[in-house]
């Protein structure tokens, strides 16, 4: 027993005290409460929401909805912690279908605030009004009865000076206010957002009936005009949105947007997956920038993994990897090279085709195979269906150090095309007519692409032919270095290298793929040892084998200040038409700068600018 002196050092925390806790990991900033007020507006079925801020939300929030609207007697409860009309047993946990369902936003922002809320359902002759202050409420009195919800939210952090001195300038957090309605109004094009900053309307976003047509009052013209459209489905899990084209691509991360059931999210799985289809099409130091919508079956998707809901974890992540992975690869495939090989009627540039409806959600089950065996799965059979989306099969093939194979459509090869050469500039840029456009193209860069896309065939069916080499030469390296490049020999062999240790820290090049003409050994190695440094940090043989048959490619391809004759040029030409006039080299440098038959028109006044 304890001596009776000692006094109990363990205490269960005050209410208030809870509360406050509670609202520090619900409400940051004053965006946290637009976001979880929104977010029971759209559970409530409003059509026509209304954000009215001042001051960047610390002295007033008002969301006013056309929702359903609470009755009488649930309003004080509805301040209740855990107090939910979303949910009834841990059974509805695993099929989450509403925005919100934990119970925590409302209580947690009364807490830390003074409320208002007014509210009426459609049936209700008299509405109700319940004020509170720091989470205590007084006597709920009569409202007009205007059906659904209007809350106001003032004074926020009040109490809470602590949090108050860390937030950022109204400026500052009026945007990230703006961002989340921005969010919103991308998941859920059908109902008209409003946002007004003191009295000034700063965004409007009448409902419209597709994605595309949101994406458009929200990013703009320019956007849309710089992006594919991505499609892809399998059994319970289908994606849709657009993604920026890799010859628009920039250093800004703006935006990368991914919604999950229409609930905003970030996720590595999917982030991961947009990374490694777009592979070796985009430019070193740029980012892709996307909004994609993703909708998967409930019973398949873990929301209840943060308390703000801005992470969700997937049952089966190597399905959902690789439907995001092909579909993005199959939109980098794109129609708009027909438009260059003069294919389409009247020479004008192809738009995207429009969204198809939100998907349809599948009753059918994710793939049978267990997480296990997809792991080390070498690749999914893919089709493209007839509306342009692709489509895994289900067929999984294990492998260990398997050789991958791409999705078809992102690397398929172009239609024969009219060329008519002119010459060089500068020795190093190639000039000619292809198809029905006037191109400039990078020698170097557009060789180098061929060479990669024809290793990278090789790659895939495990056949890069070597060629020896007349004279091996011997690299000196460390110590270090040699032990690296000869622990990875064997993988270096099936790419078409031939490398053999050549004294205590030498190594000999006895040959290269088949293909490559002249190359500087010494700088090839280098390369080469820059790339393998990376393997182990690397889990993807792919992403492993890429940068490898991307420097062979480089140290292959014809240089930069070399002539050429009319023959080889229109040679070279033809072989990067026939390779997809893909529009970036392995290492994302621009291969051509094109002028379409309308734009030409358009720089000497044939047509207007319209």
């Known amino acids: 027993m304890p001596p009776a002196s000692c006094s109990a050092k363990i205490h269960v925390l005050p209410d208030d005290v809870v509360s406050r806790i509670a609202a520090g990991e619900v409400v940051e900033r004053p965006a946290a409460v637009v976001k979880e007020l929104l977010e029971n507006s759209l559970d409530a079925g409003g059509l026509h929401i209304t954000i009215d801020v001042k001051d960047g939300g610390l002295a007033l929030i008002r969301v006013t909805d056309d929702g359903e609207g609470i009755i009488r007697a649930d309003l004080p409860r509805a301040f209740e912690r855990h107090a939910t009309s979303k949910l009834r047993s841990d059974r509805d946990l695993a099929s989450v279908t509403t925005m919100g369902f934990r119970g925590e936003a409302l209580p947690s922002i009364a807490s830390v605030s003074h409320v208002l809320m007014t509210t009426a359902t459609r049936?209700?002759?008299?509405?109700?009004?319940?004020?509170?202050?720091?989470?205590?409420?007084?006597?709920?009195?009569?409202?007009?009865a205007v059906p659904g919800t209007r809350i106001d939210v003032s004074n926020l952090f009040f109490n809470q000076p602590a949090r108050k001195k860390f937030l950022k300038t109204t400026t500052t957090e009026f945007s990230h206010i703006s961002h989340v309605v921005q969010l919103a109004g991308l998941a859920w094009p059908s109902v008209h957002f409003r946002l007004t900053h003191n009295g000034q309307e700063i965004l409007n976003y009448p409902a419209v009936t597709a994605d595309r047509d949101r994406i458009l009052q929200v990013y703009r013209q320019t956007f849309l005009d710089r992006t594919l459209e991505v499609r892809g489905r399998t059994a319970g899990l289908s994606i849709r949105g657009v993604m920026v084209d890799p010859i628009h691509a920039r250093s800004s991360r703006t935006p990368q947007e991914l919604f999950v059931n229409r609930r905003p999210v970030r996720n590595a799985t999917v982030f991961h997956a947009v990374m490694e289809g777009y592979g070796s099409f985009l430019p070193k130091g740029h980012h892709p920038t996307f909004v994609l919508f993703l909708e998967i079956e409930p019973d398949r998707l873990d929301v209840n993994v943060h308390p703000t809901k801005k992470?969700?974890?997937?049952?089966?992540?190597?399905?959902?990897?690789?439907?995001?992975?092909?579909?993005?690869?199959?939109?980098?495939?794109?129609?708009e090279r027909k438009v260059v090989?003069?294919?389409?009627?009247?020479?004008?540039?192809?738009?995207?085709?429009?969204?198809?409806?939100?998907?349809?959600?599948?009753?059918?089950?994710?793939?049978?195979?267990?997480?296990?065996?997809?792991?080390?799965?070498?690749?999914?059979?893919?089709?493209?269906?007839?509306?342009?989306?692709?489509?895994?099969?289900?067929?999984?093939?294990g492998s260990q150090l398997a050789f991958a194979r791409e999705a078809a459509a992102a690397y398929q090869r172009g239609e024969k095309a009219d060329i008519v050469p002119f010459g060089q500039i500068l020795r190093t840029y190639l000039v000619a007519q292809v198809g029905e456009e006037l191109q400039v193209i990078d020698q170097h860069t557009a060789h180098e692409r061929v060479l990669f896309q024809r290793l990278w065939r090789g790659w895939q069916s495990r056949d890069i032919p070597s060629q020896p080499l007349l004279i091996p030469e011997p690299i000196e390296l460390t110590a270090a270095h040699s032990a690296l490049l000869i622990k990875r020999l064997d993988d270096l062999e099936k790419l078409g290298l031939q490398i053999e240790p050549f004294g205590a820290t030498a190594v000999a090049i006895r040959g290269v793929p088949v293909g490559l003409g002249k190359v500087d050994a010494t700088a090839l190695v280098q390369d080469l040892l820059d790339d393998l440094t990376e393997w182990d940090s690397v889990a993807s043989l792919e992403m492993r084998v890429q940068p490898v048959l991307a420097s062979l490619a480089c140290h292959g391809a014809v240089r930069a200040g070399r002539a050429l004759a009319l023959p080889e040029i229109q040679q070279l030409i033809q072989d990067w038409v026939e390779e997809g006039l893909i529009m970036t080299c392995p290492h994302g440098r621009r291969t051509a700068f094109r002028l379409s038959t309308n734009e030409l028109a358009k720089l000497f006044g044939r047509v207007g600018w319209a």
């Open 123 to 144: 049936q209700d002759r008299v509405g109700a009004q319940l004020t509170l202050v720091a989470g205590a409420g007084s006597a709920i009195v009569d409202a007009p």
């Open 311 to 335: 992470e969700v974890r997937f049952a089966e992540t190597e399905a959902l990897h690789q439907l995001v992975r092909q579909s993005v690869r199959h939109a980098l495939g794109g129609s």
């Open 341 to 397: 090989l003069g294919l389409m009627p009247d020479g004008s540039s192809q738009t995207a085709p429009e969204f198809v409806p939100t998907a349809e959600r599948q009753t059918t089950s994710f793939l049978n195979s267990h997480p296990a065996a997809l792991a080390s799965a070498r690749m999914e059979d893919s089709r493209i269906n007839a509306s342009g989306e692709v489509s895994l099969s289900g067929n999984v093939e």
